[in-house]
């Protein structure tokens, strides 16, 4: 007999209650995933106009799951598997979602550089579904943390907070154009898949340092200053940003500016397969804000990811990347 795992079962459960609600509520996929969720956290089902049928249909479902028996990460696997399949359906280009293992990487790089806090404020200002934000957090449990997430689209957000709670992550949420000024205080840790284009508010953008001088201003630009102005002095930064970043036409003044505001820790290429197009392909750019007491990396760290099924390739990069912190450290202390 073949063993189901927590993961696909909690995943069955909350698509098959998603499709009967997508029916009855005559709604998206995506919003019905919301509903689902949030009937899994309050443990009742919340839908008072949907019928009774349909009631008894989903409490049935919902027993074949104890959420108290799953891990944050397994609860994470399961919810963003449906809000995926619901953004598939729904094909909004801005809305994809940060593949499971790029989010457990960045998680992974997150610890390397927090290594011996007792804890960190970290916020996502293009939070989306909080994929990439709560993988972090369950991958740095063992530290206190404050986290934010905000993102422009209310659904997402809702379809975040859900998540976050099933999770039982105390994340604070903020429904609003993230490049517009923002009701938080600067914080420790930023991380961020970047919305890659334009940034349709030309009025918007003159207030920053990047905006183009005609036409619309690159958005990923307008994500990055925003970020560092919201970190605190000595604070990291890890983006997923294009790997065209540094060769594209308003490059001549993103290098400026980060030289003057930054220094960069690194830049890691992930694998072109996990890409539809070679266009398309993204980066994880570490930067720190500059500080009194920041000092740049004699040699930044700087890798190209092998396919993450390649267990016996990725064994040697992470060797590579801690031989890399051995060093720094080295090099601080001397």
Known sequence: MVQISAVEKLFTVIDNTATILQDELSCTYLEAVAETGENLFQNTILQEEISELSKKRIQKEYTHVNLGQ??????????????????????????????????????????????????????????????????????????????????????????????ANLQQHSIQFYNQDSLE???????????????????????????????????HSYAHHLFIEQSLKYTTAGG?????????????????????????????????????????NEKAAKSIFIIQKKGPEVKAPKQALLANLPKFSNQTAMTGIIKQIDDWFKQEKLEINQ
Not at 140 to 156: F, W
Not at 192 to 204: A, C, E, K, T
């Open 236 to 276: 990291y930064l890890f983006f997923l940003v294009p790997n065209h970043l540094f060769t594209s036409e308003f490059a001549k003044e993103l290098n400026p500016f980060l030289k003057e505001h930054a220094v960069i820790q690194g830049m890691i290429q992930l694998p072109l397969s996990l890409f539809k």
């Open 70 to 163: 799953c891990s944050a990460e397994e609860i994470r696997k399961a919810y963003q598997l449906a809000a995926l399949k619901g953004m598939r359906e729904a094909t909004q280009p801005n809305h994809e979602m940060t593949p499971d293992a790029v989010s457990i990487f960045v998680g992974y790089l997150v610890s390397k550089f927090t290594e011996g806090w007792k804890g960190f404020s970290i916020f996502d200002p293009a939070v989306g579904t909080a994929n990439l934000l709560t993988t972090v957090l369950n991958q740095n449990q063992s530290k206190e943390i404050e986290a934010y997430g905000i993102d422009v689209d209310d659904l997402l957000i809702k379809v975040a907070y859900i998540s």
């Open 181 to 215: 000024p923002l009701y938080i205080e600067p914080m420790d840790i930023v991380v961020s898949d970047l919305p890659v284009g334009y940034y349709p508010n030309d009025i918007g953008a003159a207030s920053f340092e990047l905006h183009a001088k005609e036409g």
